[in-house]
């Protein structure tokens, strides 16, 4: 099957991207409109400690091109505080939430603390979680403990049609477990490495090349590629999100080609 690939950022509201990816001068309702002419996807942040008014989901929907996606945090209240249990009405809710996204709503991610760690109440609790989530939901789930990176936490995955997120993250081992029809791909760093989001700062040549072929291996095994960096990983997650586009072998578009003309001189 064809594969689509979607990569883009983790949030795209920072100051230091002003003058580097954003024109110099741009405003804060400039932003997205800008954001989406270079990428097709991102992954909201803000979802994980509240859902949006409505009035703010159908904000992003309007300013976003067509075809664009949005990927969105489950709201840490289900994950971290209540690590899944007693939360089906609450996801429902979340899901409401995000309706007026319309098509542009990709996957949910339900991001779990690293102090979840695996036994049998804990996968019973994710089984029912997922068993329980709205059929409209398409939702990816990243392990931030090894202890979950087993053969039957992935059967409770492919019996929800859930993805397991391929995770950069400090020590813990990436995934290439293929639990569903879609990736979903994620780059983070260290909060203590990285200061200012304005340039590149960290080499991540060898990352690169483990990616490249990781991903080359499995195109064709699903339907969509989501894929998020973090402004940690590197320093600067547009740039990243370019350089793997440009590995794949991806159109992209270069940030100030898309500026406006009088904003180059």
Same mark, same amino acid.
């Not at 059929?135 to 053969?151: D, M, N, Q, T």
């Not at 600067?236 to 370019?242: G, Q």
């Given at each position: 099957?064809?594969?689509?690939?979607?990569?883009?950022?983790?949030?795209?509201?920072?100051?230091?991207? *002003?003058?580097?990816?954003?024109?110099?001068?741009?405003?804060?309702?400039?932003?997205?409109? $800008?954001?989406?002419?270079? $990428?097709?996807?991102?992954?909201?942040?803000?979802? @994980?400690?509240?859902?949006? %008014?409505?009035?703010?989901?159908?904000?992003?929907? !309007?300013?976003?091109? /067509? #075809?664009? *996606?949005?990927?969105?945090?489950?709201? %840490?209240?289900?994950?971290?505080?209540? +690590? =899944?249990?007693?939360?089906?009405?609450?996801?429902?809710?979340?899901?409401?939430?995000?309706?007026? &996204?319309?098509? *542009?709503?990709?996957?949910?991610?339900?991001?779990?603390?690293?102090?979840?760690?695996?036994?049998?109440?804990? &996968?019973?609790?994710?089984?029912?979680?997922?068993?329980?989530?709205?059929?409209?939901?398409?939702?990816?789930?990243?392990?931030? +403990?090894?202890?979950? +990176?087993?053969?039957?936490?992935?059967?409770?995955?492919?019996?929800?049609?859930?993805?397991?997120?391929?995770?950069?993250?400090?020590?813990?081992?990436?995934? /290439?477990?293929?639990?569903?029809?879609?990736?979903?791909?994620?780059?983070? #760093?260290?909060?203590?490495?990285?200061?200012?989001?304005? !340039?590149?700062?960290?080499?991540?040549?060898?990352? $690169?090349?483990?990616?490249?072929?990781? =991903?080359?291996?499995?195109?064709?095994?699903? %339907?969509?590629?989501? #894929?998020? @960096?973090?402004?940690?990983?590197?320093?600067?997650?547009?740039?990243?999100?370019?350089?793997?586009?440009?590995?794949?072998?991806?159109?992209?578009?270069?940030? *100030?080609?898309?500026?406006?003309?009088?904003?180059? @001189?």
């Amino acid at each position: 099957m064809a594969t689509t690939i979607r990569l883009g950022t983790q949030g795209w509201s920072y100051d230091d991207w *002003k003058g580097v990816f954003y024109p110099p001068g741009a405003k804060q309702e400039d932003r997205l409109p $800008f954001y989406s002419s270079v $990428f097709d996807t991102v992954e909201l942040d803000t979802t @994980f400690y509240h859902a949006p %008014r409505p009035t703010i989901a159908r904000s992003w929907e !309007r300013h976003t091109s /067509d #075809g664009f *996606k949005f990927a969105a945090k489950v709201p %840490r209240a289900l994950t971290h505080d209540a +690590h =899944l249990r007693g939360v089906g009405e609450q996801l429902e809710q979340f899901v409401r939430a995000m309706e007026p &996204l319309g098509g *542009k709503l990709g996957p949910l991610l339900v991001q779990l603390p690293a102090e979840f760690t695996h036994d049998d109440e804990a &996968l019973r609790d994710l089984d029912t979680f997922l068993g329980g989530a709205p059929k409209s939901a398409r939702l990816a789930v990243e392990f931030r +403990h090894g202890s979950w +990176h087993e053969e039957r936490v992935y059967e409770v995955l492919r019996r929800h049609g859930a993805a397991v997120a391929w995770t950069e993250w400090r020590e813990l081992p990436r995934l /290439d477990a293929i639990t569903a029809d879609f990736l979903y791909l994620r780059w983070l #760093g260290d909060r203590r490495e990285i200061a200012k989001y304005d !340039r590149v700062q960290i080499d991540r040549t060898d990352s $690169f090349v483990s990616w490249h072929a990781a =991903l080359s291996g499995v195109l064709g095994q699903v %339907r969509e590629v989501f #894929g998020y @960096f973090n402004n940690h990983w590197a320093g600067h997650s547009p740039e990243s999100a370019n350089e793997m586009k440009r590995r794949l072998g991806l159109p992209f578009v270069e940030p *100030k080609d898309a500026w406006p003309q009088g904003e180059l @001189f």
